[in-house]
């Protein structure tokens, strides 16, 4: 007779599922909560372009298409995460930087808000090259615990 425990592997799947599920949901909050808001002000934002001439009105079409593109993106991320195409070196120390970005599209703040978090919980973020070449993020979370490693491909274009 064969047999062989699967529990922990049923466990990890029900772990999974539960992620998956919680992420869908992050993702329709995201959708509903900005997204409405977002409908309104470009209403009224083209409400206000018929009445008033306003230097100002493309400025904000501008930031608002910024916004719609950045719910987007999130929304993208938590559903089916996202690719990366064309990768590019970059220099670590400044990555921890508020606005440092290599995206032309990219706010420059996600590396620096990471930090900042991890800073927060009195961890210590440390940023080094993986084997493969990609970055190596570690996070020290203290004396007595393991440092946690996530490792990314060499390109840091989307913080």
């Known amino acids: ?9 049923k466990q990890r799947e029900r772990e999974i599922r539960r992620s998956n599920e919680q992420l869908e949901r992050f993702a329709d909050v995201v959708s509903h909560d900005l997204r409405n808001p977002l409908n309104v002000a470009q209403g009224y934002l083209e409400l206000a372009s018929d009445d008033i001439d306003c230097a100002y009105h493309d400025d904000i079409e501008l930031a608002h298409d910024r916004m719609a593109a950045i719910i987007e993106d999130v929304l993208r991320l938590a559903r089916e995460g996202q690719p990366i195409d064309d990768t590019e070196p970059v220099d670590l120390e400044r990555v921890l930087e508020y606005g440092e970005t290599s995206s032309g599209s990219g706010t420059g703040f996600g590396l620096a808000i990471v930090d900042e978090i991890a800073d927060g919980h009195g961890w210590t973020l440390r940023i080094t090259e993986s084997a493969d070449g990609g970055a ?24």
Do not use: L, Q, V
Request: hydrophobic share 25%.
């Open 1 to 9: 007779m064969n047999t062989r425990d699967i529990t922990d592997r």
């Open 136 to 159: 190596r993020f570690e996070f020290d979370t203290g004396p007595t615990s393991r440092t946690s490693a996530a490792t990314r491909s060499p390109s840091a274009d989307d913080a």
